[in-house]
């Protein structure tokens, strides 16, 4: 079984910034896919960032120029460095990881949610 574990959020004003991390554990073989998403009150979760094995990133377009993704597959690790956050980034955020176990089967993780909170 693989845990996610996430570090890094809080409250801070607009215009600061935060860096979310996440370290899995257990059992991997590969990660194909690393990235956050976010949740806020009443709304469905959404994409915010995605990394792929081959350093491949997406943004949501609300985040583009602000935030930043990285990963290390050798630690099985994934960073977001968030600058100028906005009070619409408010939200819960999870970190999400698609790994290949040895029998060649991907599954999906998710982490336990972080708060970030930011007042403007």
């Known amino acids: 079984q693989v845990q996610l574990v996430e570090s890094g959020g809080g409250l801070v004003q607009a215009g600061e910034s935060l860096r979310l991390s996440c370290a899995a554990s257990g059992t991997i073989f590969s990660i194909n896919i690393m990235g956050w998403y976010r949740q806020a009150p009443g709304n469905q979760r959404e994409l915010v960032a995605t990394?792929?094995?081959?350093?491949?990133?997406n943004y949501s377009d609300s985040v583009k120029g602000r935030f930043t993704i990285s990963g290390d597959n050798a630690k099985n690790t994934v960073s977001l460095q968030m600058n100028s956050l906005k009070a619409e980034d408010t939200a819960v955020y999870y970190c999400?990881?698609?790994?290949?176990?040895?029998?060649?089967?991907?599954?999906?993780?998710w982490g336990q949610g972080t708060q970030v909170t930011v007042s403007s």
């Open positions: 990394i792929t094995s081959a350093e491949s990133t």
């Open positions: 999400y990881m698609n790994v290949k176990s040895r029998g060649g089967y991907d599954y999906n993780f």
